[in-house]
């Protein structure tokens, strides 16, 4: 089952040179465009989806167990705005057209806990950089986790790339859900187990950028 639905909403990735246009997967013109990297089951995803149909959506997830949800959910609510790329979202983000994002979604990654691990955690200066190269002027970024450590590694190394503006005013601005950020099935667990979840929101700038 896996196999014969994936296809129809798998992303090609271009040969080496070529860069792709992500509005072009889709058979219907999208005003924008937006990414989740590392979607897990997939229910964000879906949630956005649905609300948001003049969208078109990319999700990228490399575990099967989380593409093969999201795939039940795009049949169930018959969504027809999201594609996938089952691998690492770098490789997408490599092959992107230069300022072809509109928002972007990296909601509760694997912390790596472990120091010697760091270099493995998803929000690097590396990726922001991939992300800077990626993202219109004004688009958003969009962080969440409930991992205290790497929430502060996530908010230093965001605010400290010149191609990011933090737009938190107040401490509910990053404390608080906002309304259209639906929660998932990891963060009610968060929440049963005590963990204060984090949610950072960024706008790209206009100017700035090491990309």
């Not at 990011?164 to 990053?174: H, I």
């Amino acid at each position: 089952m896996f196999e014969n639905k994936l296809p129809a909403v798998a992303i090609a990735l271009p040969d080496a040179g070529e860069s792709l246009h992500p509005a072009a997967l889709f058979p219907a013109a999208v005003s924008e465009i937006w990414l989740e990297i590392g979607f897990g089951a997939g229910d964000h995803l879906a949630w956005q989806a649905l609300r948001n149909p003049e969208v078109g959506f990319l999700g990228c997830e490399p575990f099967v167990e989380g593409v093969a949800n999201l795939l039940s959910r795009i049949e169930r609510d018959a969504l027809r705005n999201i594609r996938i790329l089952d691998d690492d979202a770098r490789l997408l983000l490599d092959a992107l057209a230069p300022a072809s994002l509109d928002r972007v979604f990296i909601l509760f990654p694997d912390p790596w806990p472990k120091t010697r691990h760091h270099k493995r955690r998803i929000v690097t200066p590396e990726t922001l950089d991939r992300l800077a190269r990626a993202m219109r002027p004004g688009a958003e970024l969009r962080l969440a986790t409930d991992h205290a450590d790497y929430a502060a590694w996530m908010l230093a190394h965001a605010t400290d790339h010149p191609a990011f503006a933090w737009t938190a005013r107040r401490p509910a601005d990053w404390r608080v859900r906002p309304a259209d950020w639906p929660g998932t099935r990891y963060e009610a667990k968060a929440d049963q187990q005590g963990r204060q979840s984090c949610y950072f929101s960024f706008r790209r700038r206009a100017d700035g950028t090491r990309a």
